[in-house]
């Protein structure tokens, strides 16, 4: 996996199953803004760092797969908040060290002060990184995290 963020490239966003219904689903867990704010934001992060990000959204785990597959080469980073794939998909997974770059996996919630089949996660041990519990501002730490870091650990 690489050891640096490669500044050409976009960032890749990521999202999983359930997520484009942010805003209406569980507000009292997930806020009132939608994935359109969160993609919003994204790019309003990335550019002040001269930089551009790239949004997926699927409730298909094989989209998801596909979408990171075609990344390779493609893509400078990854943020990714899987949904509920973080606590059943190995597929996903393995899928998210193809492209070999850095990967940061954001949840809006505080995954570990819900349910306890929230608090394993098959994304965390490859990730750089994990943001949970920020609301959609973890996104942003994300995107500034993977925009200002020279060599992040994986």
């Known amino acids: 996996m690489a050891d640096t963020v490669q500044a050409t490239g976009p960032i890749l966003v990521l999202n999983g199953p359930n997520l484009n219904m942010l805003g209406t689903r569980q507000p009292q867990i997930y806020g009132a803004d939608t994935l359109d704010d ?5 790019e309003r992060t990335a550019a002040r760092f001269g930089r551009e990000v790239v949004a997926f959204q699927s409730n298909h785990e094989g989209a998801l797969i596909d979408r ?12 990714i908040n899987p949904g509920g794939l973080t606590h ?59 925009s200002c870091s020279a060599s992040p650990r994986i």
């Open 38 to 42: 969160v993609v919003a934001l994204c």
């Open 68 to 79: 990171i597959q075609q990344a390779r080469g493609e893509v400078s980073a990854i943020v």
């Open 88 to 146: 059943t998909s190995v597929a996903l997974r393995d899928a998210l060290v193809i492209p070999e770059v850095p990967i940061v996996e954001v949840h809006i919630s505080n995954v570990h002060a819900r349910e306890e089949f929230r608090h394993h996660s098959f994304v965390s041990p490859i990730a750089t990184a994990v943001i949970a519990g920020l609301g959609i501002q973890g996104y942003a730490a994300a995107i500034e995290f993977l």
